[in-house]
């Protein structure tokens, strides 16, 4: 029964930071890909950001390069979001996910979700 929990959302204004946390539980993912979704109000679900399962392989939507960063520590089985600058746009529930290949392939759906958590960034 495997389970992915996200953390580290909140109220924050425009230009702040938030490190949003996945925690998995029930079997590990040291060997798979993941990423963080967003969907905002009234919009379908995004792509965030992808890492490969060791790390060493990263790719983001254009609308956060260089404000995001994504990184795991698989042996606390964790994944990360680091949000830099943000802005009222990047406002939505925010969800991790993980894929059953070790790279990045946009072409596989993710086989599980988390619950997402709030990110809401005032102006």
């Known amino acids: 029964q495997a389970q992915l929990v996200e953390s580290g959302g909140g109220l924050v204004q425009a230009g702040a930071s938030l490190r949003l946390s996945c925690v998995a539980s029930g079997r590990s993912f040291r060997d798979n890909a993941m990423g963080w979704f967003r969907q905002g109000p009234g919009k379908e679900r995004e792509f965030v950001a992808a890492i490969n399962w060791i790390g060493s392989n990263t790719d983001y939507a254009e609308s956060v390069k260089g404000r995001f960063t994504i990184s795991r520590d698989n042996a606390e089985n964790t994944l990360y979001l680091q949000m830099n600058s943000l802005k009222p746009e990047d406002s939505a529930v925010y969800y991790c996910?993980?894929?059953?290949?070790?790279?990045?392939?946009?072409?596989?759906?993710?086989?599980?979700w988390g619950q997402g958590t709030q990110v809401t960034v005032s102006s």
């Open positions: 996910g993980a894929k059953l290949s070790r790279e990045i392939d946009y072409g596989e759906q993710i086989s599980y």
